[in-house]
């Protein structure tokens, strides 16, 4: 089984680059199959883990970045395979 961990946050205001390199160095106690990060307009970033786990299977999640460096909370998402195509 497939399951994908997004984590998703906006940077405060002119702080994208600073949050970036953050979620970049931050390490999970279980390295993931694969890890992802994305940027995007307005100070976004967008970090998904891949893990050969179940559904509901205890995972290591990003942790809440400093207060001052985010506009609002971190958005997190989990999502199960369905299979290619």
């Known amino acids: 089984m497939s399951v994908a961990l997004m984590w998703e946050a ?3 205001e002119g702080r ?3 949050l970036l390199a953050w979620a970049r160095a931050q390490e999970l106690a279980v390295a993931p ?3 992802e990060t ?3 307009p307005a100070d976004r970033v ?3 883990t891949w893990w050969d786990a179940a559904p509901d299977a ?3 999640e990003l942790p809440a970045p ?3 460096l985010v506009a609002r909370a971190p958005h997190r998402w ?3 395979s369905v299979g290619l195509g």
């Open 78 to 80: 989990r999502f199960e």
């Open 58 to 60: 205890e995972l290591p």
């Open 38 to 40: 994305f940027r995007a």
């Open 33 to 35: 199959v694969r890890r």
């Open 16 to 18: 994208g680059a600073e």
């Open 66 to 68: 400093p207060a001052d």
């Open 46 to 48: 967008l970090v998904v």
């Open 10 to 12: 906006r940077a405060a």
